[in-house]
């Protein structure tokens, strides 16, 4: 018994850190994927016997940008929250609430805002490895969905930046990088979130890469 405790204790752990479509936002119907379909749940499913993964997402949570909600919803604050010293691998899933037409964003501002919330992570724990995941580019279809009064044509071509920015960032920073457009795309239903079979991939994806490490 204290062998199987010992295993438990060692397992290395994961922090799911996102916005809605790390919460398993589920576009036909406004409500949450359920654990074995969102992608966080299938990942805490498969790694369960190497990897202890926490699912930190929250709806409409932006990266560096300050959400008029409150910390919670604004990433590089909320991220103090749930970030510790024994988080030895962070999943940084952020970036598009941050290209709502509300805030004043451009390549500058995203630039620095991704290197802040980096940097904010490595002053938590200066030993997490930080995997960061490029968020799917918006398309047209987010004129037909829930927030098609969030986002504009500024939103969906700075969206279609993201990946040269993150790209750039996470060699300057050391961090790994994946970037989903090269998997997978939002639902045509509302061009900013995932349909199921979009989670299932991302979950292969991510599962594939730890397993691989071990």
């Known amino acids: 018994m204290d062998y199987v405790n010992n295993m438990k204790h060692n397992k ?43 699912e930190a997402g929250c709806n409409n949570r932006t990266c560096f940008m300050d959400n008029p909600e409150g ?31 509300i805030y004043h964003h451009n390549e500058e501002t995203i630039k620095n805002g991704l290197a802040k919330i980096i940097d904010i992570a490595k002053d938590i724990n200066k030993n997490v490895q930080i995997i960061i995941l490029v968020p799917s580019i918006i398309t047209a279809d987010i004129y037909n969905g829930f927030f098609c009064q ?11 930046k993201l990946n040269n920015i993150y790209q750039n960032i996470a060699k300057e920073k050391n961090c790994t990088i994946i970037n989903l457009n090269d998997f997978v795309n939002v ?13 299932k991939t991302i979950a292969k994806i991510l599962q594939d890469y730890f397993l691989n490490l071990t």
Not at 17 to 34: C, K, L, V
Not at 73 to 96: V, W
């Open 150 to 160: 969030l986002f504009d044509e500024q939103s969906i071509e700075e969206s279609k």
């Open 71 to 101: 910390e919670e919803l604004t990433g590089y604050k909320a991220i103090k929250k749930y970030l510790s010293n024994e988080t030895d691998i962070l999943i940084l899933a952020l970036g598009i609430n941050d290209l709502q037409k």
């Open 187 to 199: 639902s045509s239903i509302d061009g900013i979130h995932y349909d199921e079979n979009a989670h």
């Open 12 to 54: 290395k752990k994961i922090l799911c850190f996102g916005d809605s479509n790390t919460y398993g936002f589920n576009p036909i119907n406004a409500q949450r994927y359920n654990k074995d379909t969102r992608w966080t749940g299938i990942l805490q499913t498969s790694l369960k016997d190497k990897y202890d993964v926490i």
